[in-house]
């Protein structure tokens, strides 16, 4: 029998993968959201602008006092850095994730998002700072999974398929809301509709990709986690308030009542962007960015269930064999990284102390990546090997 010690080492080695459901669980909570905050008439950058308004509001009183006493000083650099973050991890890359949305599904969406890990690899290769190496296996899986992804992504967006009746509860929550005049397209229902949200959702990627690159620049230059996110949310409010008052000036639009709204824009920027992240660093610091990433997917399956169980929304047989075929790549890209970096620890073990950069990243994604929020090992400076500094930066999704 177990003794007391021993089913506390095995409570205290189940924390991190609970820690991970539950962050998991809030990014798939935010696109369920989303998707009634959208169907109740709200405008997508007035959505995005108000969920970093909340994230900053938190996240900023938060690093202030934990980073106090040793924040170094804010350059222009930094700035610059944390304006770029803001931009395309922010600004860009949650505008087109939940355009994306509005024009397909939530399950559709946040299948896509798990294509950030190969299109963050694509950026870079192509900017040199990753080596492709073909010739070795993890190589060749990092670009095996990667084709599997985008594969996955073209079938998703070209092929609908037959409907698949898992279960039906007869509650479709978007139905009993008052949209406010505004009536969405239903999910899949136009190929027009599908192709447009496909490319909406790989802009998001790519926005998010160069979001990691650039974050693993800041991370470098400025290794103040928590003030990183505050600088970035606080960026990403203003790019995002800016952006949304060019295009929408009704006050109506603007409000805030005790409704769906405000509840989308104050978890989305509260759980999702402030407290997820702190849990998501801790995760990454305990067991590092890949035991963190492979839990990505699972956002994907809560959301299907969620959107079949709350919206009412149909599966089709062309939405479930491409995101297996992008969760099956995401998984070959993970295993090709986990072995490149096994295999640099073997080749280097005196250099396992020095400094690197693995960021984390949901889908948001993202999440929110994210997203939801994606934890993202591709990013790495020369070769060198992170063990000192396993903790992300903040994507707010």
């Known amino acids: 029998m177990m003794g007391g010690r021993d089913w506390s080492e095995v ?6 993968a609970a820690a991970m459901v ?3 669980t809030s990014f798939a909570g935010v696109n369920i959201l989303y998707k009634l905050a959208l169907n109740d008439g709200m ?18 009183p938060v690093a202030f006092f934990i980073e106090r006493k040793r924040r170094p000083k804010i350059t222009w650099k930094i700035l610059g850095l944390t304006f770029l973050c803001g931009l395309f991890g922010a600004t860009f890359a949650q505008n087109l994730y939940v355009s994306s949305m509005k024009l ?22 192509s900017f040199r700072l990753e080596r492709l190496g073909i010739r070795t296996n993890y190589g060749r899986a990092k670009v095996l999974g990667t084709l599997l992804g985008l594969g996955g992504a073209m079938l998703l967006t070209f092929y609908k ?14 139905e009993q809301q008052d949209h406010g005049g505004h009536h969405l397209a239903a999910p899949h229902s136009e190929s027009g509709n599908r192709v447009m949200g496909s490319f909406l959702a790989v802009a998001s990627c790519l926005c998010y990709a160069l979001w990691l690159i650039i974050q ?5 230059a400025y290794p103040c986690h928590y003030s990183n996110a505050a600088l ?17 000036r009704h006050r109506i639009q603007w409000r805030l009542g005790f409704d769906i709204r405000l509840l989308t824009a104050a978890y989305s ?10 849990l998501l660093g801790w995760c990454i610091k305990k067991k590092g960015p890949v035991y963190a990433s492979v839990f990505n997917p699972l956002m994907l399956l809560l959301v299907a269930i969620l959107s079949s169980l709350l919206l009412n929304e149909k599966l089709y047989l062309g939405c479930l064999l491409g995101a297996a075929l992008i969760v099956i790549g995401l998984y070959i890209v993970l295993w090709g990284k986990g072995r490149e970096a096994s295999k640099i620890d073997e080749e280097s073990p005196a250099e396992a102390t020095r400094e690197s950069i693995d960021v984390a990243v949901a889908q948001e994604a993202a999440t929110d990546p994210g997203s939801g929020n994606v934890c993202d090992p591709n990013i790495r400076k020369g070769e060198e090997v992170k063990q000192k500094a396993n903790k992300p930066g903040c994507s707010g999704f």
Do not use: H
Not at 44 to 60: E, G, N, P, Q
Not at 104 to 125: E, Y
Not at 161 to 174: F, R
Not at 269 to 278: L, R, Y
């Open 216 to 220: 693993a620049k800041l991370a470098e």
């Open 269 to 278: 920027g509260i759980f999702a962007s402030g407290m997820s992240f702190t």
């Open 161 to 174: 398929g037959a409907g698949i009746e898992l279960w039906s509860t007869n509650i479709n929550l978007s």
């Open 22 to 24: 539950l962050i998991q």
């Open 43 to 60: 405008d997508v950058k007035v959505l995005v602008a108000y969920r970093y308004i909340f994230a900053a509001a938190f996240i900023s």
């Open 104 to 125: 397909t599904s939530a399950t559709f969406t946040s299948a896509m998002a798990n294509l950030v890990p190969a299109v963050t690899f694509i950026l870079a290769v």
């Open 232 to 248: 970035m949310c606080l960026m990403g409010s203003i790019q995002a308030s800016i952006l949304a008052l060019c295009v929408e």
């Open 11 to 16: 409570a205290q080695g189940l924390k991190p």
